[in-house]
């Protein structure tokens, strides 16, 4: 059995968000980066666990960035997994990301696609449908948890006020969300071990964007916050309905 | 030449975030001169033709009920199929549950530029640009669609429902379906309770709540008002509410007409989730928690003295 988890890095979640270059390019200058919430807390964490369970597991990591994100790799394995591949691309759109991944998908002859359910930049949530459509794989979104029983996982997914669960046979590729597993904290031994595993760099394949980012804005300031005493709750359901309008 | 709206359903029923993806793609066809038609798959209980109030025309309806649950691989073939016949330019999803699994497969296969979590019309004085949340909320980017096919996922919440006169033709379309890879075994809906993504108005609370047995007062406060309830995510990592409450960057992004923070205080995190909420209400006793910069209105008071009082507030306006 072989799993393949998608990692991506990206800003910290207190990172100033502020652009650059006439508001086309995200100002990196002093963003702190990390692995995306999403796939480390829940789609990496729950390989690992499956590992746990069945030491035959293989578990293989897979970015698409530069060279930069090989200190984000490096992090993710000291959690666990195996090895990693870096495609050695900038990112341009899902598209492009989820071809590269799919590619390296193809290679390796995967069991098990993880993604998180979204990234905290791009809030795509496409990866992994794309990826599961150019390998002709089924896919279960928004997971909320997973289980394998031999070549069949069973999984519950979010739906709209609640949840279902599902089974599916592998190969598969999931998105994965809270409740899927819970985060961990890599220990020193993990940390030590990652050093030596392999992070093999490989080039992209050509493919060619769908879409292009034109550039960006940042909402407008709100308007400040009207106080309204505690000893005059009825004060703030009449603005609420005559000032709002919202109830 | 069309802009091919998928029409999402739950057990028979079309979803509110339908109605948004259905208005919206109308107001497209109008920009491009062309008509709106919509596809529905599987089981329909709904009355189709009545659809087109909102401005769609034709509704080709997939019945088959193989497609009864989502399965993203046969839902997209059996929409690309559709989209093919009717020479779909636009395909417009909800960016909702199964547009998140759909939109992105579909992308894939037509090689179309996806705009996923849009949250306004496109601009095509100069291209085709949409506009999409990034940064967990925090900014927005236009996008640029190039492909001869566009897909744009809208947000929930982010385009207003508006209904008119009008029916749709709702023509059955036969096509070949594939049997299902996903099979559905159980669904656990919490029935009669308001999906956090459609409220309209959510209700959340946090750690200054003190502990689950507490929460009889936010949730009497979510019934007055006919609201959704949340959770911040220490208190849903405590296990003191169901983890599917959980709001934040981490958790569910919302972007309902009016939020009610209580006992939260206000973290960069929390707010990326809830930010596009068009009114913010914030009670904490802390007069510096972080919540009141983001807020509209704010009680600087005890959670467990103005709720119980706004309720009784808010039940008295209703009558
Ligand atoms: C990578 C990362 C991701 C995260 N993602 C999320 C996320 O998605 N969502 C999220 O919510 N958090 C997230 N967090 C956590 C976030 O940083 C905060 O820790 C969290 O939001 C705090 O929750 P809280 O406001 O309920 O609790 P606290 O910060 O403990 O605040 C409790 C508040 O209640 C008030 N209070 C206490 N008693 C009363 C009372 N009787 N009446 C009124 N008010 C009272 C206090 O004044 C205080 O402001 C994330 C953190 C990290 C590092």
């Keep these: 059995m072989k799993i393949l988890v998608c990692i991506s890095k990206t800003p910290d979640t207190t990172a100033k968000i502020a652009f650059t270059a006439n508001n086309t390019k995200f100002d990196t200058n002093g963003v702190q980066w990390i692995i995306n919430p999403y796939d480390e807390w829940y789609s990496l964490v729950r390989a690992i666990e499956l590992k746990e369970a069945d030491a035959s597991i293989v578990i293989h990591l897979v970015t698409v960035g ?8 490096r992090k993710a394995l000291a959690l666990g997994g195996d090895e990693a591949i870096r495609v050695n691309a900038d990112s341009h759109d899902s598209f492009y990301i989820a071809s590269q991944i799919a590619e390296v998908a193809k290679q390796g002859g995967y069991d098990l696609i993880f993604t998180g359910k979204e990234t905290i930049d791009y809030n795509g949530s496409s990866i992994g449908g794309m990826v599961a459509e150019l390998l002709d794989m089924p896919y279960v979104s928004l997971a909320t948890k997973f289980e394998l ?14 949840e279902e669960v599902c089974e599916v046979n592998l190969p598969l590729v999931v998105s994965c969300q809270k409740g899927v597993a819970e985060q961990r904290i890599p220990n020193m031994r993990g940390i030590m071990a990652a050093r030596t595993k392999p992070l093999k760099a490989v080039e992209p394949t050509s493919v060619d964007a769908l879409t292009g980012i034109a550039n960006f804005e940042l ?6 916050v009207k106080l309204i005493s505690p000893d005059n709750v009825e004060e703030l359901v009449r603005l609420l309905k005559e000032e709002a309008k919202v109830i | 030449m069309s802009v091919l709206i998928f029409i999402d359903i739950a057990e028979g029923n079309v979803k509110k975030a339908s109605l948004e993806a259905l208005t919206y793609g109308a107001k497209v066809a109008e920009q491009l001169g062309t008509t709106a038609e919509g596809v529905v798959l599987g089981t329909a209980k709904d009355d189709l033709s009545s659809l087109g109030k909102y401005g769609v025309k034709k509704i080709h309806h997939v019945n088959n009920p193989s497609l009864d649950h989502l399965d993203a691989q046969a839902y997209t073939k059996a929409i690309a199929e559709v989209a093919g016949k009717t020479g779909a330019k636009v395909i417009v999803f909800s960016n909702n549950v199964d547009g998140k699994s759909v939109a992105p497969r579909l992308s894939a296969k037509l090689k179309a530029g996806l705009v996923s979590g849009a949250v306004a019309l496109p601009d095509t004085s100069n291209g085709f640009i949409v506009k999409k949340n990034v940064f967990s909320g ?3 980017a236009n996008i640029a669609l190039n492909t001869d096919v566009k897909i744009i996922a809208l947000n929930p919440n982010a385009y207003k429902t508006t209904a008119g006169d009008g029916t749709a033709e709702v023509v059955s379309t036969d096509i070949a379906v594939d049997a299902p890879k996903v099979k559905v075994t159980a669904v656990n809906k919490v029935s009669g309770e308001v999906p956090l993504t459609e409220a309209e108005i959510v209700v959340s609370a946090g750690r200054g709540m003190k502990g689950p047995e507490n929460w009889g007062i936010v949730e009497d406060l979510a019934k007055a008002l006919h609201a959704a309830t949340a959770c911040s995510r220490p208190v849903a990592d405590a296990h003191w509410r169901p983890h599917n409450e959980h709001v934040g960057q981490t958790g569910t992004a919302i972007a309902p007409t009016l939020y009610i923070a209580i006992g939260i205080s206000g973290a960069i995190q929390h707010l990326a989730g809830v930010n596009r909420s068009k009114v913010i209400v914030v009670i904490n006793k802390d007069p510096e928690a972080p919540f009141f910069k983001a807020a509209d209105y704010g009680i600087v008071g005890d959670a467990f003295e103005v709720v119980p009082k706004m309720t009784e507030a808010i039940k008295k306006i209703k009558g």
């Excluded at chain 1, 530069?66 to 790799?73: G, N, Q, S, T």
Aim: aromatic content about 4%; hydrophobic content about 40%.
């Design chain 1, 149 to 162: 029983g031999g070549t069949k996982a069973t999984v519950t997914r979010e739906i709209e006020g609640g």
């Design chain 1, 66 to 73: 530069a060279a930069d994100a090989d200190p984000i790799i």
């Design chain 1, 219 to 224: 909402p407008p300031a709100k308007a400040g």
């Design chain 2, 138 to 140: 925090k900014a927005f």
